[in-house]
């Protein structure tokens, strides 16, 4: 049997075009692509123009995280992808952080820098995770001073041009060691689109991995583009609940239990009141 180094996980809801362009664009080997019912043809183009693409095609929408379980389920590398269908992946990029996780085998997880189409950096690549003091700070705005005790959630005060140690990269592009998924498991399904990442990262480095940030590699990614900046405002009102409510379940899940029902009361209602503007 062929030896695989990366199996790549791509979870597709209604971005042909974006698709088409991220898998012509993604380096040869292990592909798999989890379809969750979607409606613009999808399925049937990757049937006819990526044949050698392990597809997945749901009956019905099962989420990000429950998809992406499905396909690192079936994933053989000996690390593993996920890569959201609207990034493109310039050639050799895959095999750089390859090489990065080979040389330094105490880091479980490595994310690149992502950039928006507008040219800069898409924050969620960079982040600390969202602690009351660090979601207060960024929801106020006070996070673009840049310091270490007002940007605690997204870390911009940190030298976003060498590789250093973060909390979580973003889900868009998440490469992780096949022991780190052997040893955690898969991403929690309980959040059906936003949070899982975070949620992976923070039981990733309970386990005692490291995560890093790798800015010498950069990908494009045209963010939102399944969910909150869809052209359909059905679906956006309704990714935009899905976002505050993985906010709940992830203080819920892991920092409830540290603070006084008196401030989990206040988190929840600043969320709630968030939700509603």
Not at 96 to 122: A, Q, S
Request: hydrophobic share 40%; aromatic share 12%.
């Amino acid at each position: 049997m062929q030896k695989i180094d990366v199996s790549i996980v791509i979870v597709s809801f209604n971005t042909k075009d974006l698709l088409r362009a991220c898998l012509a664009a993604a380096a040869a080997g292990e592909i798999i692509v989890v379809d969750n019912s979607s409606a613009d043809g999808s399925v049937e183009m990757v049937k006819k123009e990526f044949p050698g693409v392990t597809l997945i095609a749901n009956s019905q929408n099962r989420g990000f995280a429950a998809a992406n379980n499905m396909g690192l389920k079936c994933a053989r590398g000996r690390y593993m992808l996920l890569v959201n269908s609207d990034t493109q992946v310039p050639p050799g990029a895959i095999e750089e952080v390859t090489r990065f996780m080979d040389e330094h085998l105490d880091i479980g997880v490595v994310g690149v820098k992502l950039m928006l189409p507008n040219g800069k950096m898409d924050p969620a690549c960079h982040r600390g995770f969202p602690t009351p003091w660090a979601a207060l700070t960024y929801f106020l705005g006070l996070e673009k001073i840049h310091s270490r005790v007002f940007a605690q959630y997204h870390q911009l005060y940190k030298n976003l041009n060498e590789p250093h140690e973060i909390d979580s990269p973003s889900g868009a592009f998440y490469f992780l060691r096949r022991e780190v998924y052997e040893s955690v498991g898969g991403l929690d399904e309980d959040y059906f689109m936003y949070g899982e990442d975070l949620d992976w990262s923070y039981r990733i480095k309970q386990k005692g991995w490291k995560i890093y940030f790798y800015p010498r590699v950069t990908i494009l990614h045209h963010k939102k583009q399944s969910g909150r900046a869809s052209g359909d405002p059905i679906l956006r009102k309704k990714t935009q609940q899905y976002f505050y409510e993985t906010m709940k379940l992830f203080y819920n899940k892991h920092y409830s239990h540290r603070y006084s029902p008196l401030v989990t009361a206040l988190i929840q209602l600043g969320i709630k009141f968030r939700s509603m503007l």
